[in-house]
């Protein structure tokens, strides 16, 4: 390896390429602009590449950046990985820090981690949640050691393994006074506003797939957002409002009655719930922990469907 790359080249290049941007990166590094400019100017010049492009739209990465993005993310997730091992292996407090999309955070996630903690009452566990691409980058660079939601793209899974929890689909739900309540084909929804999943969301292509076998056209009257926050309170407050979003974000509502679910066919949206975490990582043993703790609530979960079958 050429010992002019340091470790700031390597992390400032993969905040860029995660944001898309020199300013999100910087604020994400709390760095100038002008400073993560130049050890991005360094690396190009070390690789004797560009490894990003720039224009009015934003920044894309080259081909050859691409790549080397994908090593980038593992050599600092590496050395990260390797540090938390050192400083657990002693008497410091263990740290985990687990990525989570909207769907679980309040259905599968709460039981696996109350589960984890009284196992493991030394670990500090950190909880974040957020889009699937976000969260599956912030993965690679070493930043969160798993991530628990749906299984992506295949483009967002590079350099991951996935290992399945459980299935689940997406809904449509309205407020209990909407007269959505009687519609019973998509088609109809273009005559209320629409919550619609945004590009980065993990069901945008099983949404966008569904409707276009149907010969269903992107409704025009839509709101993209991946906010469990403000797609509730909008539902909830406009009866004109319908919500596309996946069922564990909602179930909690519809089972109290604040939501009610539509009856159209949800059916082709169904997709995995599972882990995400390195390939060829060795995990640590808080990390072994929550996955079981994760694997046991899911089948508790999966049991208590069955029965209630």
């Excluded at 407090?93 to 589960?115: F, R």
């Excluded at 930043?143 to 929890?165: A, I, N």
Aim: proline letters at 5%.
């Amino acid at each position: 390896m050429d010992r002019r790359i340091k470790f700031r080249h390597l992390d400032t290049f993969s905040a860029i390429a995660r944001a898309g941007s020199f300013k999100k990166a910087a604020a994400e590094l709390n760095l100038s602009q002008p400073a993560i400019s130049k050890a991005l100017k360094e690396l190009e010049g070390i690789l004797g590449t560009d490894l990003m492009e720039r224009d009015r739209s934003g920044i894309k990465l080259t081909q050859k950046g691409e790549v080397f993005l994908q090593f980038a993310e593992q050599s600092t997730a590496a050395l990260r990985h390797g540090l938390r091992s050192v400083r657990t292996s002693g008497d410091a407090k263990e740290h985990l820090n687990i990525g989570v999309l909207p769907s679980v955070a309040s259905g599968l996630l709460p039981a696996a981690v109350s589960a984890f903690l009284k196992g493991n009452p030394d670990t500090l566990l950190e909880v974040h949640e957020g889009p699937h691409t976000d969260l599956t980058s912030r993965l690679r660079s070493g930043k969160l050691d798993l991530v628990v939601g749906r299984l992506g793209r295949p483009q967002s899974m590079q350099g991951l393994v996935f290992r399945q929890l459980c299935s689940e689909e997406v809904v449509v739900v309205a407020a209990p006074q909407s007269n959505a309540r009687s519609i019973h084909r998509f088609e109809d929804l273009d005559r209320f506003r629409v919550l619609y999943p945004p590009q980065d969301s993990a069901i945008r292509p099983l949404v966008a797939r569904m409707l276009i076998s149907r010969g269903i056209p992107l409704f025009p009257n839509r709101i993209e957002t991946a906010s469990a926050a403000f797609g509730r309170a909008l539902t909830l407050a406009d009866p004109n409002t319908v919500w596309i979003i996946s069922r564990g974000v909602v179930l909690g509502d519809i089972e109290e009655g604040r939501l009610v679910r539509l009856e159209v066919d949800t059916g082709p949206t169904v997709g995995a719930v599972g882990i995400m975490s390195i390939a060829d990582d060795v995990p640590t043993p808080a990390i072994r922990a929550f996955s079981s703790a994760l694997i046991r609530a899911a089948n508790r979960g999966a049991e208590a469907n069955a029965n209630s079958d």
